[in-house]
């Protein structure tokens, strides 16, 4: 995929441009899915990469449809410039989207009760960048949306599952569905009991992108 992004960015659609489609998609999936949205409480639970880039952008496309929208960030450093373009736009959102993140004094006790009176979680901690086993801070947010009554929507990947393999670094978070975008990652096809329903989007990425990457 990352190939195919790289590609894709050579052809002049850059990556920001898939980023503001996945996530519009998400919130799309959401806005026509989900009944009473309006006095439903939305999650979203981002990583610092380009999967929690696709969440805020889900937020702000969410804004205004929900009776109350937040975005947990666990860490403080955005690792990609789309990221944290997309970051800095919800930060200006005061009125419609609570931020909470691990600068906040006692962040762990904030995030338990946002997480656990959520009525939809977005997972979008990580997607295919995971490498080896998911840090305590993030084991222990995706033990409470594991614990949480509220209906998960997994970006990309369920966060925690390896998406070439479909082996689990530890904990993953058990999706209801996962929306995964482009092309199915061989790892999700093999774990139906992690992902839920797996829905497969386009995100406008050009098919002459896959030449010579895919047959
Ligand atoms: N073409 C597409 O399909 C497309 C287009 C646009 C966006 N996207 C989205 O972008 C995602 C890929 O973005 P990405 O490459 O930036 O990777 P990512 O899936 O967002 O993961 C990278 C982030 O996870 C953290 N991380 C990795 N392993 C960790 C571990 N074991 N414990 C704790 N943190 C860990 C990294 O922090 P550290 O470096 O500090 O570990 C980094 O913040 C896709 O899954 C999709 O959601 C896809």
Known sequence: MDKIDTNSEKLGI??????ENAGSVLADHIINHVKE???????????????GG????AARHLAGYSKEISVILLGNKMKTKESTLNWNGIKNMYKTIKLLTTDEFDFEKKMKPIILEADI????????????LPRKLHSNAI?????????ILSVD??????PLTGEVNNISVIANETITFHRFKIGLLKR????????????????????????
């Open 192 to 215: 139906k009991d992690i992902t839920g329903k797996i829905i497969l989007k386009s995100i406008g990425i050009p098919p002459e992108a896959e030449e010579g990457i895919m047959n």
């Open 121 to 132: 979680i977005i997972d979008a901690i990580f997607g295919t960048g995971i490498k080896g």
């Open 14 to 19: 850059p990556r920001i441009l898939l980023m």
């Open 37 to 51: 949205l309006d006095s439903r409480k939305v999650v979203v639970v981002a990583g610092t990469g380009n999967n």
């Open 143 to 151: 033990n409470l949306i594991n614990d949480s009554k509220a209906y």
């Open 157 to 162: 990947v369920p966060s925690g599952l390896d």
């Open 54 to 57: 696709d969440g805020f952008v």
